[in-house]
Nanobody, 123 residues
Framework: QVQLVESGGGLVQPGGSLRLSCAASGFTLAYYAVGWFRQAPGKEREGVSCIFNTDGSTYYADSVKGRFTMSRDNAKNTVYLQMNSLKPEDTAVYYC????????????????WGQGTQVTVSS
């Protein structure tokens, strides 16, 4: 079965850090570009970042640039999102998605999606 599973979400204070994981099963994630998306209550889902399957380059939305970093561990078939200097406006359900093509932060371009993990940034 093809599956993506996010983990690592939780409750943190402003300025804190979290590391989200996106683990794949049933396929080799190294051959796919992976994107992170988030959706806050009552808001549209928006793209956060992506990592390419070609040269490993990363792309970030302006709202998270300089604070979030993506990486891959191919031995674990997993992609990570390191989130530092978290702000209340980062609160959302975070989803990872994989694509065989080139989609950047366009959600319609992704083939497989995880179930999401909740991130809450609050005092």
């Amino acid at each position: 079965q093809v599956q993506l599973v996010e983990s690592g979400g939780g409750l943190v204070q402003p300025g804190g850090s979290l590391r989200l994981s996106c683990a794949a099963s049933g396929f080799t994630l190294a051959y796919y570009a992976v994107g992170w998306f988030r959706q806050a209550p009552g808001k549209e889902r928006e793209g956060v970042s992506c990592i390419f399957n070609t040269d490993g380059s990363t792309y970030y939305a302006d709202s998270v640039k300089g604070r979030f970093t993506m990486s891959r561990d191919n031995a674990k078939n997993t992609v990570y999102l390191q989130m530092n200097s978290l702000k209340p406006e980062d609160t959302a359900v975070y989803y990872c998605a994989a694509t065989r093509g080139l989609a950047l932060l366009l959600e319609s371009g992704y083939d497989y999606w995880g179930q999401g993990t909740q991130v809450t940034v609050s005092s």
